[in-house]
């Protein structure tokens, strides 16, 4: 069972969405349906499946869908049809208890533009989604200076958020999400307004606090470097419809259509992509030549051997930790399966 499941999920914006469902079903398109209806497709058809602790990143350009997805996942929005599972769960059976309780305690979320309270201490924005779980002063502020630490902002606790630069409160914004222990985080955009350097720190930090805490992360961005960095599953949305999903490698390698080809298409390969990918094991490799052989380790990046591979014209051996023989790599073929388009 996967931790959340979306099935079949439509979301149409208008007076009356249900009266465009047929339309939409039977493939008319977004801009068709606000043409002859005035309805807006948010969501076509989406399903898809998001595993326990994975980091999932849903990407498209600006009105594809993104937010609109997530917000289903907390029931910020309901869908004009379709089904949504938590935990195997059907969202929509919860009553109003429930769904208190749901948000409460299952998800948090980050959002773009921080969301912190600016009357609160940076310890009391933390604190925030505890003190609503109804837990005691010193049980929130306790858990809540650990959060704090976490995210390096020790000695800050009792600042206001406009006290602190952008990167810092986003800080706060990461560490009042992590504070709940909610085991699904949604983060919609939450890197997105920082400058390029602090972007990179966050998107270091979310990366080391992962490793660690092993959450579900709903990751939204536009930006095709961070969902590569963050995601072990990318999703892309294009109008409303779910094009493809997979992990880095796959969408970089085999983009499934010319809006995901446009994406990926200045992508740097051998930047992203590790030897174990491109190498053909062992019993597949008989027809590398292995007069001339450089070794490799099979977590490295082929950027980081290309060159020495190319100037000396040899192919690569690639090994495991341990140095273990996994595979080979035919220099020619890496040459052309890098620069295809
Ligand atoms: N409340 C709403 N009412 C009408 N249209 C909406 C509403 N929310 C989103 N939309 C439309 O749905 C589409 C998807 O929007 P959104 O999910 O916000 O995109 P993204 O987050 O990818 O930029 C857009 O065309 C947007 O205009
Ligand atoms: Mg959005």
Do not use: W
């Not at 985080?185 to 920082?194: I, Q, T």
């Amino acid at each position: 069972m996967s931790k959340i499941e979306i099935k079949n999920v439509y979301k149409i914006f208008g007076n009356n969405p249900q009266s465009v469902m047929q339309m939409v079903r039977d493939g008319a398109n977004k801009e068709e349906v606000l043409e002859q209806t005035g309805h807006t497709v948010g969501l076509d058809n989406v399903s898809l499946n998001i595993e326990e602790g994975e980091t999932f990143v849903c990407m498209g350009l600006s009105g594809s869908g993104k937010s609109t997805l997530i917000r289903h996942l907390n029931r910020l929005i309901d869908p004009t049809d379709g089904e949504i599972f938590v935990e195997g769960t059907n969202i929509m059976s919860f009553n109003k208890e429930q769904l208190i309780d749901f948000r409460r305690h299952k998800m948090s979320m980050v959002f773009q533009r921080f969301g912190l309270f600016p009357h609160k201490t940076v310890l009391q924005n933390v604190g925030y989604g505890l003190e609503m779980q109804g837990k005691p002063e010193d049980e929130r502020d306790r858990t809540a200076m650990e959060k704090i630490e976490a995210v390096g902002l020790t000695g800050f606790e009792n600042q206001f958020p406009n006290q602190l630069s952008g990167g810092m409160q986003q800080r706060v914004g990461l560490a009042r999400a992590l504070a709940t222990d909610s085991d699904i985080m949604l983060m919609d955009e939450a890197f997105s307004a920082l400058d390029p350097l602090i972007r990179s720190d966050m998107q270091k930090q979310l990366l080391d606090l992962q490793s660690e805490l092993k959450k579900t992360i709903v990751f939204i961005t536009h930006d095709l470097d961070e969902s590569l960095r963050l995601g072990d599953h990318i999703g892309i949305l294009n109008a409303g419809k779910l094009v493809q999903v997979g992990t880095p490698v796959d969408i970089i390698m085999n983009p499934a259509d010319d809006y995901v080809k446009a994406f990926v298409k200045d992508v740097n390969r051998a930047k992203v992509i590790k030897a174990k990918v491109v190498m053909k094991k062992t019993d597949e490799a008989n027809d590398i030549d292995k007069s001339n052989l450089i070794k490799v380790n099979e977590d490295q990046f082929i950027e980081e051997f290309l060159p020495q591979i190319v100037c000396s014209n040899s192919n690569c051996e690639v090994v495991d930790k341990s140095g273990n023989v996994k595979g080979y790599i035919s220099n020619k073929e890496l040459q052309t399966s890098l620069t295809k388009s």
